[in-house]
């Protein structure tokens, strides 16, 4: 049975038609937010900039995306045809059997591009934020203390940072996906065996300034009120222990051991032979040997071109009067570095935390073009393209690469023009 194609007229109509939710969203929220505009600060100025407006519709359109994606994708990111003209279709191609439209055509392994696509925003919308989000945090724990110190903890950190900036990032990817580096080694420590490799050790180092950092907040913001200190700090310590743990070790609070992660199992799988129930932590919670390679990696890179950023900020801004004012008082330093000189930093950091958000996604496209990623089968849009690549040459198969390209280009350009709509509307001040 031959399949029915789609007219271009009616291609455009269904893909209209699904994304119904994102749509629905983003006129809640762009609508909403004009009307509220003036109790959200700086970001509420966005909406008198054209240029910014553009970039937060652009950057919502995939955060609704990915947040709807089940309701918007026809089938899941790995699910296969086996209709006959479905591999490598062209757009519009309809499925004879399941009477499902290919909108944006067939992969060549006869999955539908355009759920891919959706459920590749997932991927990206979560590495890319949570990745940038962690180097700001490593960034400004060692970013502050050198611009405010200055002196031998400035030359040391500056150095320490720069050095990192001149290694070659595709060269520090491709060591740390090489088996000798990536694959770990258990050890035992007793009662308990822990697994240990380069990208492990990176990892357990960068998640240990999140907690830190908010420890630090809390005891800075909070030293004189005991009674709220101590409650902070123990819900801040002990969500931070099992988040850390199940992140970096991949432990979970069930009879689940590393010894099946060792042999091959994923996380699901090796906590199914343990025993427990892959279902206790939520997905967010734990990473993918693939996924920690990513994230150390992609901080590792980040986080000295935070630093710097942040060492610059505090060296103009030590030498404002509230700054003096708070040392008159007799503040500790970390209190005035936290709490006098972040806060007024907080625009250009904003700023620039949007334009590295879209630097990370390109880094992941990057990535996964060149294998080096997440798993092959993952619907990341670097993954989808490497797929795709062969088959560009032939004209009939280009839509296999140009739609998740098409993807990662609108929501880094959309992060720019937000980033650009910020920093044009925090320079009228």
Request: include cysteine.
């Amino acid at each position: 049975m031959d399949s029915e194609t789609l007219g271009t007229g009616a291609i455009i109509l269904e893909i209209l038609v699904r994304l119904t939710p994102v749509w629905i969203g983003l006129v809640v929220v762009l609508v909403g937010g004009y009307f509220v505009r003036g109790s959200m600060g700086q970001f509420g100025r966005l909406w008198n900039s054209r240029i910014g407006m553009i970039g937060l519709a652009l950057t919502l359109f995939w955060v609704f995306t990915a947040l709807f994606a089940d309701l918007i994708a026809v089938s899941g990111p790995l699910d296969q045809s086996f209709t006959a003209g479905i591999k490598r279709s062209l757009p519009g191609t309809v499925d004879a059997e399941s009477g499902v439209a290919y909108v944006l055509g067939g992969d060549n392994l006869a999955r539908d591009i355009f759920s891919r696509i959706v459920y590749g925003s997932q991927v990206v919308l979560i590495i890319a934020p949570v990745a940038t989000l962690i180097a700001y945090m490593v960034g400004a724990s060692l970013g502050l203390p050198a611009g405010y110190y200055t002196g031998t903890t400035d030359t040391v950190m500056s150095f320490l940072a720069n050095l990192v900036l001149a290694f070659p990032v595709i060269l520090l990817f491709y060591l740390l996906v090489t088996p000798e580096v990536r694959d770990p080694q258990m050890i035992n420590l007793g009662i308990i065996q822990v697994p240990w490799s380069i990208p492990i050790a990176l990892a357990a180092v960068f998640f240990l300034f999140p907690f830190a950092f908010l420890c630090l907040m809390w005891f800075t913001k909070y030293e004189k009120d005991e009674t709220r200190l101590r409650a902070y700090l123990i819900v801040t310590i002990a969500i931070g222990i099992w988040v850390y743990l199940s992140m970096v070790f991949g432990f979970y609070p069930v009879e689940a051991t590393i010894e099946f992660l060792a042999n091959g199992f994923s996380r699901a799988e090796a906590v199914r032979e343990a025993g427990g129930d892959p279902t206790v932590i939520p997905r967010i919670l734990s990473l993918d040997p693939n996924e920690l390679n990513v994230f150390a990696a992609v901080v590792f890179v980040s986080a000295p071109g935070v630093f710097r950023i942040v060492r610059g900020l505090t060296l103009d801004i030590k030498t404002r009067d509230y700054v003096a004012a708070a040392q008159t008082r007799g503040e500790r330093p970390w209190y005035i570095m936290l709490w006098e000189i972040l806060p007024n930093a907080r625009g250009p950091l904003i700023v620039d935390f949007c334009l590295r958000i879209g630097y990370t996604t390109i880094l992941l496209g990057t990535l996964g073009f060149f294998g080096l990623g997440l798993q092959p089968e993952s619907p990341d849009w670097g993954t989808m393209i490497n797929h795709g690549r062969q088959f560009v040459g032939q004209a009939s198969t280009e839509n296999i690469s140009l739609f998740p390209a098409v993807a990662l280009m609108s929501l880094v350009l959309g992060l720019n023009l937000l980033a650009d709509g910020m920093r044009e509307e925090s320079l009228k001040d």
